[in-house]
């Protein structure tokens, strides 16, 4: 089925070319070794009527497909995206993985990398995957648009490439999601007007679909019919907003084999755990009785007393030849705060080859992740300062809640523009503390974050080690970190704070990966060479805690020659 789409596409091939044409007669891209071919996709932004859990909602699509249209495309393919934006809300799209190598313009997120695409405009995003291949996906990045607005990026080999491992029978896109019955735009500014946290998804969603356990839901549910025998490949996406998720399925194992679009050591598990931000492909054999079998998602929630959405998402993976109706045998998911067992799916990520870890290191981060109370401001304090002890909830790194511009970081950088950022964000943080258990937990302690838009500047080719250290302030908790533009190695991880006498690393074949889950009340270390210039978003992939703060740009200088410096913007590129 999969294959059959990327045939289609190549009628755009033609098309596309002349596009391509023209359009570098404008933007003088530099050029990569050709090889690959040009995708070009057309991405309206909708709104579409659905009909969920017993009502009925207008929601923010691509094209009015929920999920949103996948791209496919081919190892070293050039993709064109036009976005016309037909809503009333702002909008840009984010291509969660891809590396933009020299292409910082179109990565997407707003106020970071350009102005949103306003009502009735358009933007064209141009970048190649280059050297990547695998599940990626996209998504929007304005507000909390994309708890709707997402699609998966499936990448194939380049032509005669095969697998690492022995071609699955079929593969099926499996997207966990969360459904809103609300505007949500709204929702995040009734949030942060409220200081308090957000509150619990209607239903968690498994490519759309919330399944029978959801009211008005019995028939709104995915489906999976498989050969007995067979070997099937899901590519899992976690699209979630404001949740982490277990993912299972009753009777079968799991093989984890590519994780973040990176091939790993065959792994072979009951369950995984996705944050938003993560992608992993899985192989399941069809091996057990003729029979209707749950495929599962519920809540991971690491973090003590905040609320989460309790009733789990079902789809079906059924078997040829069983009675259509019959009971599906439910799935066992991990209780919702089985640390261990997200543990031990991390623990058993190895990349599949020997890995091109950084030996030597040029620059030293440390960066500490958490949330803050502070202090109320408002004469309001019942609508304004719903937070712990009557405070404003926030959340940071180095102490930093990151305020978006209201204009492109990039943009302001690459025209030398003053005042809309600074660039003394802290290489580590200013105190030195037992972070994990010595953090004061209520205010009038000092709990308190520091507003800025700080950007940390990373020389071009620098060798970078950053540990991500969690904080219990408030409360520890497992924060998905996504870096843009880059992949990186996931070199160590442990629990309680980072120690560099203790700590082990594994420079042999650690997973190269684009968000990592920091473990709660733990610490992760990551490397990788900064080669590719532009200003690059590092924020957690929970919503509400990049909307608390919880994040940091990192520009990325020029090095010499056109393969080492970023291009001129795109002509359209939308205006603030
Ligand atoms: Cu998938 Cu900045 O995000």
Redesign the pocket.
């Known amino acids: 089925m999969a294959m059959a789409k990327l045939v289609n596409s190549f009628n755009y091939i033609l098309l596309s070319l002349l596009f391509l044409c023209a359009n570098n007669m404008l933007h003088s891209m530099a050029q990569w070794p050709k090889g690959g071919s040009t995708r070009f996709y057309d991405f309206k932004v909708q709104m579409l009527k659905v009909n969920k859990l017993c009502s009925t909602r207008d929601i923010v699509t691509i094209n009015q497909m929920y999920p949103g249209p996948v791209v496919y495309a081919q190892e070293d393919d050039r993709i064109i995206v036009k976005l016309t934006n037909e809503t009333p809300y702002n909008a840009t799209i ?1 291509w ?1 993985g891809v590396r933009q190598m020299l292409s910082c313009w179109s990565d997407g ?1 707003s106020y970071i990398t350009q102005c949103p695409v306003q009502s009735g405009q358009t933007f064209t995003y141009e970048f190649t995957l280059v050297k990547q291949k695998g599940t990626l996906f996209w ?1 929007a ?1 304005f507000s909390w648009l994309r708890a709707t607005v997402y699609g998966a990026l499936i990448v194939y080999p380049k032509t005669g490439v095969s697998y690492p491992f022995k071609y699955p029978y079929e593969e099926h896109i499996v997207i966990l999601g969360e459904y809103w019955q609300r505007d949500l735009v709204q929702l995040e500014k009734n949030v942060t007007a409220s200081g308090g946290g957000a509150p619990v998804a209607d239903a968690y969603t498994i490519n759309g679909h919330p399944g029978p356990n959801y009211n008005c839901s019995i028939n709104d549910v995915y489906k999976i019919n498989v050969v007995p025998g067979k070997t099937y490949m899901l590519r899992l996406i976690g699209a979630l907003l404001n949740m982490e998720s277990f993912f299972t399925i009753a009777n079968h194992k799991l093989t984890i084999v590519e994780a973040d679009g990176e091939y790993t050591k065959p792994f072979t598990t009951d369950r995984v755990m996705l944050g938003p ?1 993560h992608t992993l492909n899985v192989l399941v054999t069809a091996n057990q009785k003729i029979g209707r079998y749950s495929m599962a998602m519920g809540p991971y929630m690491s973090a003590k007393n905040v609320p989460f959405q309790n009733i789990t998402s079902i789809a079906y993976f059924q078997y040829l030849g069983a009675t259509p109706n019959s009971i599906a045998l439910p799935a066992p998911l991990p209780i919702f705060n089985d640390n261990l067992a997200v543990k031990t799916v991390m623990d058993g990520l190895r990349s599949l080859d020997i890995a091109d870890v950084p030996k030597e290191i040029d620059t030293n981060l440390f960066f500490t992740i958490g949330l803050n109370v502070n202090k109320c401001g408002s004469k309001t304090p019942n609508q304004n300062c719903q937070g712990v002890n009557g405070g404003v909830m926030a959340a940071s790194m180095n102490n930093n809640s990151f305020i978006r511009p209201n204009f492109s970081i990039l943009r302001a950088y690459y025209d030398h523009i003053n005042g809309d950022f600074t660039e003394d964000f802290p290489g580590s943080p200013l105190r030195f503390y037992d972070f994990v258990n010595g953090a004061p937990n209520s205010p009038p302690n000092n709990t308190g974050s520091m507003n800025g838009t700080r950007t940390k500047v990373l020389e071009f080719g620098s060798r970078v080690q950053l540990i991500l250290q969690d904080t219990g302030t408030i409360t520890t908790e497992n924060h998905p970190i ?1 870096l ?1 533009g880059y992949s990186f190695y996931v070199i160590g991880y442990g629990s309680g704070n980072y120690n560099p006498q203790t700590a082990t690393f594994n420079l042999v074949d650690p997973p190269y990966m684009n968000t990592i889950g920091v473990p709660v009340g733990g610490w992760a270390a990551i490397r990788f060479v900064a080669d590719n210039p532009g200003v690059w ?1 590092m ?1 957690c ?1 929970l919503e509400i805690h990049l909307s608390w703060g919880l994040a940091v740009a990192l520009i990325v200088k020029n090095g010499q020659g056109p393969m080492e410096t970023l291009p001129h913007p795109p002509s359209d590129m939308p205006r603030c």
């Open positions: 984010h969660h997120p998504h990045h931000g996504h843009h978003f924020h992939h």
